[in-house]
């Protein structure tokens, strides 16, 4: 059986570079509210804004956290983002391969 | 706490190009179906066709929209892909940033 | 209304390289335990690995199959794997496009 189903979450969130993707990806692991972060690359994005559709390029990334530990993750991301409204969903985890969930939980632990 | 959990979700297609994807995203936003889409770029597709396992390009894509507009669009989304049997997913999303479930709820609402 | 809510899931999974994620995508086909893979192509990780900020690049890929076979999925896929620790985690899907659910599970069922 795999381990901790439902005790760790995916957070799926853009930036508007890697640079900014990586820098805030530090800041989130050294404060123990994500075990890894695995940035995506660019992306292309097409949303309306202003009544147009824009077509711009940022980057998507992908973070691993406890459940317990997202909310404070989303709410930390969004104040070191450089956007006024960004972007970040937290998806649920059902099963993980064993060991993994519990090493995500350890790093998460505050310390 | 973040705002609107389980009221937005993200559908995760595959199309044939980047410019398949990105008409159908147009079309989709156009109408309201979905608030923003993040087409991934170029990934390796594997699967079996026949009997044999093809290795083809396709690219990927990411739609938020509300939970409640999730099965129009796959279902529109189906009617504008080229391909016969398009795969589309709707993943939940459990909670978001502030503010960013209210703007895909306010920019998926029919007009 | 799309067809089997609830009965596919996807499965995110990181590895060393596009090669070891074709060949354990192969196999895994191979042994009807997903229908199709999706390699990302290359991503940037951080993570902390004995007290440092590792920045490594791997590669990331989505497998899509039955729920049922889903823990079996990750098993396998972690037997198969170059790491010590491989990363698994299983998404539930709430819905998917008419047809392409049913095409997942006839791919996975044991032949």
């Known amino acids: 059986m795999s381990d901790a189903p ?8 853009v930036f508007a570079s890697d640079e900014e993707a990586a820098r805030i990806a530090r ?20 949303y309306r804004w202003d ?3 824009e077509d711009a ?19 930390r991301l969004a104040e070191l983002h450089s956007y006024d409204l960004p972007a970040a969903a937290i998806w649920p985890i059902s ?6 969930a519990k090493w995500v939980l350890d790093e998460t632990r505050p310390s």
Do not use: H, M, W
Not at 59 to 66: D, E, I, M, Q, S
């Open 95 to 100: 099963a993980a391969t064993p060991g993994y």
């Open 57 to 75: 390029t940022e980057v998507a990334a992908l973070f691993k956290t406890a459940a317990e530990q997202a909310e404070a993750l989303i709410g």
């Open 27 to 46: 800041i989130l692991i050294d404060e123990r509210l994500t075990a890894c972060v695995n940035i995506l690359g660019p992306c292309r994005s097409l």
């Open 6 to 13: 439902q005790q760790i979450v995916t957070v799926y969130a």
């Open 51 to 53: 009544g147009r559709i």
